[in-house]
């Protein structure tokens, strides 16, 4: 049955943590990966211009349930970036690639917006290898207005507005400004591209795992219609909008995020399965 979550509540922290993980090759690039703790799977995908350390505050949590798969997508903090360019679906067969190698066939997932995006390529690749999936700021496709902004970011305006993030995400990217504006390149460049992120409700049907959709009202990127079409076009979702909230996580330690905890990990467990 589906269920739809209206909550208003708001988040303030963050915790991170550090770990050595393993690097592996598919598809031309150098992925690095880490696991930790034992159980079902469940692989956990970051932001753009993010890196797996986004999933640090969650992993003591996780890991006691699941074997937890954190992955630095291609060209984002350690992995290789062989093309300087990249689309969710190439994501998602690097992913594929990555799962295929270290011999793990189902799996439970949840990513953060290019995260999220790249999840639904997986999913609609293979929906029978997910048997639960959580989108978090994600879309099936651009709107218009998303692409005329994508299309007017400057990095150097970025680097001038928001000092902090710039700093933030120099350190996590070893490549430093160079990898960084690379990246932010690539996102700008994804305005123009259009058999990427286009899913139609057709494609979505395909997806038959259980689905958690969580957006904030407030993303200042995708309106509340997009998380709307994925609830009403992916078969089994349930809905999560969460009020006063922007294109974001819930911060571990404050109320909303234990919300945000207990209720994925209550959902991942098949409670809202009838």
């Not at 074997?67 to 093309?83: E, M, N, Q, W």
């Not at 350190?171 to 259009?194: C, K, M, S, T």
């Amino acid at each position: 049955m589906k269920q739809l979550l209206i909550l208003c509540l708001l988040a303030l922290s963050l915790n991170v943590r550090g770990q050595d993980g393993k690097f592996i090759e598919t598809n031309g690039a150098k992925l690095y990966y880490e696991i930790h703790g034992q159980g079902d799977v469940l692989l956990l995908l970051h932001g753009n211009t993010m890196n797996l350390d986004m999933w640090s505050p969650w992993m003591a949590d996780l890991s006691k349930k699941y074997k937890v798969i954190t992955v630095d997508l291609r060209g984002h903090g350690k992995s290789s970036y062989p093309a300087n360019e990249a689309t969710h679906k190439q994501y998602a067969l690097d992913l594929y690639g990555l799962l295929d190698a270290i011999g793990m066939d189902k799996f439970r997932a949840m990513g953060f917006s290019t995260g999220a995006m790249t999840l639904l390529h997986m999913a609609t690749m293979h929906s029978d290898r997910f048997k639960s999936l959580v989108l978090i700021g994600g879309a099936p496709y651009f709107t218009t207005e998303t692409r005329k902004k994508m299309k007017t970011l400057s990095y150097d305006d970025v680097v001038l507005n928001n000092p902090d993030w710039v700093t933030y995400s120099k350190n996590i990217h070893p490549g430093g400004e160079d990898q960084l504006r690379g990246l932010f390149n690539n996102y700008v460049r994804w305005a123009a591209i259009y058999d990427d992120m286009n899913f139609t409700a057709p494609y979505l049907s395909l997806i038959k795992c259980p689905t958690l959709i969580i957006h904030g009202d407030q993303d200042n990127f995708f309106p509340v219609e997009i998380p709307m079409f994925l609830y009403d076009h992916i078969p089994n979702a349930h809905l999560w909008i969460i009020p006063h909230f922007a294109h974001d996580t819930p911060e571990y330690g404050t109320v909303l995020g234990d919300l945000f905890l207990n209720t994925v990990l209550e959902f991942m467990s098949g409670a809202w399965n009838d």
